[in-house]
């Protein structure tokens, strides 16, 4: 066979299938689908969707990239322009336009100046939303019953945390959520954490944190999500990261900042010892002034023991006995001189009743009620016969202008049908209307035949 034949290809793909065949060799490659890329942004689009479409670009090439909505929303930094950034995630082609590009997964600013920018641009973002706000910030509770420590279970930061708080304050329950401090799953490894801190009931403070190391070893406790799950904590919050010269966005969102983990356990606890010599100070204190209060009111009492009424307690009831007598005896005097004054008025009572003599005055009042009587008869006659005299009066007018008398003089009252209205003029009436002839006695039915109107007289 002909060298030309052989080296024609078996099979025509079509682009759908090619692109589909190119799609799953990149996907199928261990380095293609975790790798990190470093590069400058630019092209930096965000879509209405939410998701990120940019360009990492050195000098010599460039490289497609997209963050989608869910990855976008935790990435803890702003894109922008011009960043240095490393971005990881993995290699795939987007079929429609047959390109491949980068699904980032994560990114972070690349070198201390483009992370010092980034901290600064979220602080100050963080800062305007009220996140740092001191108002907000709670105390710590003075006798912790529970302290749950948000740290790496293998670091030397927890057993400093467990061995200064177990020293200073034996009763405290120490709750350990092994968490990641550091790489790319430690925000969200920090975020479950201080959640499930945060719910459990028998947890009253929160301290999360780990050791010192370089700005990117601590960037983990810079990232948005973690800033924003320790403020919404309903726990107090104490944050230990790093050294002393340390300073991260979790140290301004806590509600204390400690400036290394050891000194977290100093602030979290107080010291058993300390709180035992003020409690033997404090009963040292009782004691003396128990001991000054029992002297004085020792004192007190055998300064009234010698008093005279307590030596002779007898002499207190002589003295009262000699005022009840003097008592009694202007009671008595006082009641006879009531006596007399009630006897002198019931006298000059008498007198003037019988000067009344009251069946004479009951006497007068009865004339006076029969002439009352007799006067009030008589004009009630009056009122009445003025009121009867007016009323035939006003019957007299009445039957006068009833239409039943105008009808016994006889006259009639002719009514339209069926309206009932009354009939003043041959004009309202025409043939065949029905009329209703009112009578003194009873009243007629008719039918127009005929109408005539009355000629207007000429001016």
């Given amino acids: 066979m002909p060298d030309e034949e052989r080296s024609q290809p078996t099979a025509v793909f079509s682009v759908r299938d090619l692109t589909a065949h190119i799609k799953r060799l990149f996907e199928r490659d261990e380095i293609l689908s975790d790798v990190l890329v470093r590069g400058e942004v630019s092209n930096f689009k965000r879509h209405r969707s939410g998701h990120l479409y940019f360009t990492l670009k050195d000098e010599d090439s460039a490289l497609d990239c997209v963050c989608f909505r869910n990855i976008a929303a935790g990435l803890g930094c702003e894109v922008a322009d011009g960043m240095q950034v490393v971005a990881s995630g993995r290699i795939t082609v987007y079929e429609k336009q047959g390109r491949y590009q980068l699904v980032v997964l994560f990114l972070r600013p690349d070198g201390l100046g483009a992370l010092a920018a980034a901290f600064e641009r979220l602080r100050a973002k963080l800062e305007g939303e009220g996140l740092f706000d001191e108002s907000r910030k709670r105390p710590l509770p003075r006798f912790p019953k529970c302290i749950a420590l948000v740290t790496s279970p293998t670091g030397a930061v927890l057993q400093d945390l467990k061995n200064i708080l177990t020293r200073r304050y034996p009763p405290a329950r120490i709750l350990i959520l092994p968490t990641q401090v550091q790489g790319n799953d430690a925000p969200d490894s920090i975020v479950a954490s201080l959640r499930a801190a945060d719910a459990h009931p028998d947890v009253d403070l929160i301290i999360a944190g780990r050791g010192g190391?370089?700005?990117?070893?601590?960037?983990?406790?810079?990232?948005?999500?973690?800033?924003?799950?320790?403020?919404?904590?309903?726990?107090?919050?104490?944050?230990?990261?790093?050294?002393?010269?340390?300073?991260?966005?979790?140290?301004?969102?806590?509600?204390?900042?400690?400036?290394?983990?050891?000194?977290?356990?100093?602030?979290?606890?107080?010291?058993?010892?300390?709180?035992?010599?003020?409690?033997?100070?404090?009963?040292?204190?009782?004691?003396?002034?128990?001991?000054?209060?029992?002297?004085?009111?020792?004192?007190?009492?055998?300064?009234?023991?010698?008093?005279?009424?307590?030596?002779?307690?007898?002499?207190?009831?002589?003295?009262?006995?000699?005022?009840?007598?003097?008592?009694?005896?202007?009671?008595?005097?006082?009641?006879?001189?009531?006596?007399?004054?009630?006897?002198?008025?019931?006298?000059?009572?008498?007198?003037?009743?019988?000067?009344?003599?009251?069946?004479?005055?009951?006497?007068?009042?009865?004339?006076?009620?029969?002439?009352?009587?007799?006067?009030?008869?008589?004009?009630?006659?009056?009122?009445?016969?003025?009121?009867?005299?007016?009323?035939?009066?006003?019957?007299?007018?009445?039957?006068?202008?009833?239409?039943?008398?105008?009808?016994?003089?006889?006259?009639?009252?002719?009514?339209?049908?069926?309206?009932?209205?009354?009939?003043?003029?041959?004009?309202?009436?025409?043939?065949?209307?029905?009329?209703?002839?009112?009578?003194?006695?009873?009243?007629?039915?008719?039918?127009?035949?005929?109408?005539?109107?009355?000629?207007?007289?000429?001016?």
Avoid at 275 to 289: F, I, K, N
Avoid at 295 to 311: F, N, Q, T
Avoid at 364 to 378: E, S, T
């Fill in 213 to 459: 190391g370089s700005m990117e070893d601590l960037w983990a406790f810079n990232d948005e999500r973690v800033v924003r799950a320790i403020f919404a904590c309903r726990k107090p919050t104490i944050s230990a990261v790093g050294h002393e010269t340390d300073t991260t966005l979790a140290d301004f969102v806590a509600d204390v900042r400690a400036p290394t983990p050891s000194a977290a356990a100093e602030l979290a606890v107080p010291d058993m010892g300390e709180l035992l010599q003020h409690l033997g100070g404090l009963a040292r204190h009782a004691r003396t002034a128990v001991r000054a209060r029992l002297d004085r009111a020792g004192s007190a009492l055998k300064r009234v023991e010698s008093r005279a009424p307590l030596s002779r307690p007898m002499a207190i009831f002589e003295q009262r006995w000699l005022r009840l007598d003097a008592a009694s005896d202007h009671a008595d005097a006082a009641l006879a001189a009531l006596l007399t004054r009630g006897r002198h008025r019931l006298s000059l009572a008498a007198a003037s009743l019988e000067a009344y003599r009251p069946h004479r005055l009951m006497e007068m009042r009865r004339h006076r009620f029969d002439d009352m009587d007799r006067r009030l008869n008589v004009a009630m006659a009056r009122r009445l016969e003025r009121g009867g005299w007016r009323l035939r009066h006003l019957q007299g007018k009445l039957e006068a202008l009833s239409p039943v008398a105008v009808l016994e003089r006889g006259y009639s009252i002719t009514l339209r049908q069926p309206g009932g209205e009354v009939v003043r003029s041959a004009g309202q009436v025409a043939p065949p209307d029905e009329l209703r002839i009112l009578l003194a006695e009873g009243e007629l039915r008719a039918t127009t035949t005929s109408s005539e109107v009355p000629d207007e007289p000429e001016p």
